[in-house]
C-alpha cells in the first residue's frame, strides 16, 4: 500500500521561504518510472502542478515558479523536500504530494492528504 | 503553455450518464488523466492513460481521447458521484511538462 504524508510550516510570513517534506511509504523512490509530484490548490481554486523528481534525480519545474522552486529527494528516508522562497500571500494554498507513475503516462496516484500553508503579516 | 479547456459545471440526474470534457490542442497525441475530488478531501485518480482505471474505481468510470477533446463519462451516475473533476496531461518534452484543466463541479441533481 502506497501513502504520502505532507508536512511542514501551516503559516509563513511574506518573503519567507516554505520547506514542505513528504514522507512516503509502499514504494522505493530508486525505482525506474517512478516519481513524485507537487500540487498546490488555492482555497476554492483548481489545481496546480509545481515540481516533479524522477527516480533518476531529473526534476521537472512549473516555468512560472521554476526560479522559486527547489525539488530534492533523500531515497534513504523515503522524503521528498520541496522549497519555495519568497513566500506571497497569493502562495496561500493546499500543497499535495503525490505517486507518480511515468509508465503510465505520469498520472499522480495516490495523493497525500495535504497541508494547508496560509501565507500572512 | 499547454491550456486544458473544462467546462465549469455540469449536471445530470441520477441514473444517467455524465460527461465532463476536457479541451486541448491536439490531446488526442496525449496521455490524459482524470481525478475527482470531493469537499475536503484530496484528489482520488479515476481514469489514467485516456481510458484505463486504477483498481477499485468502478467500471462505471470510462474515458476517451480524441482530436482536441478528451472525455470522461460516469454511466448509471450516482449521489456519491457528485465532486469536482479535473483532467491532466504530462508531456515530458515539454517545458510545461505538467498541466491540469481547471476543474468541473459535477452536480447530482
Known amino acids: 500500500q502506497i501513502t504520502l504524508k505532507e508536512s511542514g510550516p501551516t503559516l509563513v510570513k511574506p518573503t519567507q521561504t516554505l520547506t514542505l517534506t513528504c514522507t512516503f511509504s509502499?514504494?522505493?523512490?530508486?525505482?525506474?518510472?517512478?516519481?513524485v509530484g507537487w500540487i498546490r490548490q488555492p482555497p476554492g481554486k483548481a489545481l496546480e502542478w509545481l515540481a516533479l523528481?524522477?527516480?533518476?534525480?531529473?526534476?521537472r519545474y512549473s516555468p512560472s515558479l521554476k526560479s522559486r522552486l527547489t525539488i530534492t529527494k533523500d531515497t534513504s528516508k523515503n522524503q521528498v523536500v520541496l522549497t519555495m522562497t519568497n513566500m506571497d500571500p497569493v502562495d496561500t494554498a493546499t500543497y499535495y504530494c503525490?505517486?507518480?507513475?511515468?509508465?503510465?503516462?505520469?498520472?499522480?496516484?495516490?495523493w497525500g492528504q495535504g497541508t494547508l500553508v496560509t501565507v500572512s503579516s | 503553455s499547454y491550456v486544458l479547456t473544462q467546462p465549469p459545471s455540469v449536471s445530470v440526474a441520477p441514473g444517467q450518464t455524465a460527461r465532463i470534457t476536457c479541451g486541448g490542442n491536439n490531446i488526442g497525441s496525449k496521455s490524459v488523466h482524470w481525478y475527482q475530488q470531493k469537499p475536503g478531501q484530496a484528489p482520488v485518480l479515476v481514469v489514467y492513460?485516456?481510458?484505463d482505471r486504477p483498481s477499485g474505481i468502478p467500471e462505471r468510470f470510462s474515458g476517451s481521447n480524441s482530436g482536441n477533446t478528451a472525455t470522461l463519462t460516469i454511466s448509471r451516475v450516482e449521489a456519491g458521484d457528485e465532486a469536482d473533476y479535473y483532467c491532466q496531461v504530462w508531456d515530458s518534452s515539454s517545458d510545461h511538462p505538467g498541466v491540469f484543466g481547471g476543474g468541473t463541479k459535477l452536480t447530482v441533481l
Open positions: 523528481i524522477y527516480w533518476d534525480d531529473d526534476k
Open positions: 503525490a505517486h507518480g507513475i511515468a509508465a503510465a503516462g505520469m498520472g499522480f496516484d495516490p
Open positions: 492513460d485516456d481510458s
Open positions: 509502499g514504494f522505493s523512490l530508486s525505482t525506474s518510472g517512478v516519481g
